[in-house]
């Protein structure tokens, strides 16, 4: 089935610097990636939907100015959490979406657990 | 606006009874339904899923099925084992085609030996 990665699996980092997190479709093209938060014990929320060569949609109370997205090429969108502060500790988790066969598919990347000190 | 309600956990179970994780649903239009699976430590999976009213989603000994008339798309397994512990969530994908799930807020499932 198809793959989807996430870079780095784990960061830990000092408040006030900023993060990248990379998802990667392995061996397909996605023009439609989605980034979601999950705080321990709870649901995925929504953060933002990433789009192929065009802005980001960011769901409402979500800063775009904070977690900044590039799509940049239909294997690779990058979430980058700028001056991270320790409530923005959470497991981010990322997905792509696909169609095969005509079904409409999302294949979700392994996540990535960021602590900020 | 759309939403997915599940019932809250965790569940603990025996090995081999019978499971049941309620979900149900609040969507316009005519929404595809999803279960998804997170073992400890790994991303989510997709387990089954339904798209339209009196479907049947089944995959590996579990199944739901797509009930309109209640709203509902409740997880079943007739026996679990040690190894269905996990997190399970319910989801839906509105009729509009963005792509985008709405979750639930997930339920831990223990198997006990």
């Known amino acids: 089935g198809a793959v989807v990665s996430q870079h780095p699996s784990w960061v830990i980092c000092k408040s006030g610097t900023s993060v990248k997190i990379e998802c990667r479709s392995l061996?397909?093209?996605?023009?439609?990636m989605f980034w979601y938060r999950q705080f321990p014990k709870q649901s995925l929320m929504l953060m933002a939907t990433s789009n192929e060569g065009s802005k980001a949609t960011y769901e409402q109370g979500v800063e775009k100015d904070k977690f900044l997205i590039n799509h940049a090429s239909l294997t690779l969108s990058t979430l980058t959490v700028t001056s991270a502060h320790p409530e923005d500790s959470s497991f981010y988790i990322c997905s792509a979406k696909t169609t095969s066969g005509g079904a409409l598919t999302q294949y979700f990347g392994p996540g990535t657990r960021l602590l900020v000190l | 606006g759309d939403s997915v309600t599940q019932m809250e956990g965790p569940v603990t179970l025996s090995e081999e009874a019978f499971l049941t994780i309620n979900c149900t649903y609040t969507?316009?239009?005519?929404?595809?339904l999803f279960w998804y699976v997170q073992y400890p430590g790994e991303g989510l999976q997709l387990l089954l899923k339904?798209?339209?009213?009196?479907d049947k989603g089944s995959n590996k000994g579990f199944e739901a099925t797509y009930r309109k008339e209640t709203t509902s798309f409740h997880l079943e397994k007739g026996s679990v084992q040690v190894s269905d512990s996990a997190v399970y969530f319910c989801?839906?994908?509105?009729?509009?085609?963005?792509?985008?799930?709405?979750f639930g807020q997930g339920t831990t499932l223990q198997v006990k030996p």
């Open positions: 339904a798209t339209k009213a009196d």
């Open positions: 061996d397909f093209q996605a023009t439609t």
């Open positions: 989801a839906l994908r509105g009729s509009s085609n963005t792509g985008k799930l709405i």
């Open positions: 969507a316009t239009g005519y929404p595809s």
